[in-house]
């Protein structure tokens, strides 16, 4: 699903790869301080070193930019996690640590969050089905994580696209924009694992 543009390493020039990348850092931080209005191809350009002629061969538009800009981000979340994740064998501990490490990325990557959650429609009005495809993505992990647990008797029977709604719900509200306080990023973790496990051993938060 994570297939929106063409900005896979393997399908362009290092050189312009490094490009983008200088692109996408600046226009994050810029994005995420001022918003996407407020900021202009201009001050991208400065602050990425690159001269706005040349963002504007990689790029057709700023709303590109951010396009691109959201799908790379969300790239990296998604190769992060399940790198981590693949060679974990048990489902229970594999959707547990899942769960902890979207939390850690979100809380140490705030700009995906902000445009996912969008509180002040920032973002919604320069994007298309962006944000959709991101979700989808989420989804899509959380629902071949549940459904190995279901295959292997290791969580209850239960409706899998309500269950994955639900876990969304609380995804969304503990990650896209973390707690004050840092203890409490992992607080929904346990509520969703005791809520599916066939056998209850009472998961603890953590980490």
Known sequence: MMNKRDFEPDEMTEL???KRER???????????????KTTVDEIADLAGISKRTIYE????????LADLVMFEALSFRRSCLGQIKHI????EKLRVFCSLSSDYFAD???????????QGLFAPFLTNE????????????SR????????????????????????VLFRGFTYKPPAQPEDRYAWIPFVLNAI?????DFQERG
């Open 23 to 37: 692109v996408f850092l600046a226009a994050k931080e810029l994005f995420g301080r001022f918003g996407f209005k």
């Open 58 to 65: 990689v790029f057709h538009s700023k709303e590109a930019i």
């Open 16 to 18: 312009d790869q490094a």
């Open 197 to 201: 496990l066939a056998h209850q051993p």
């Open 109 to 119: 990557n705030l700009f995906l969050g902000q445009v996912l959650a969008d509180d």
């Open 131 to 142: 944000h959709y495809l991101v979700e989808t993505g989420i989804k899509e992990i959380i």
């Open 145 to 168: 994580l549940l459904v190995d647990g279901l295959q292997q008797g290791i969580f209850h029977p239960m409706d899998l696209p309500s269950a994955v709604e639900c876990i969304m």
């Open 89 to 92: 064998s048990d489902p229970a």
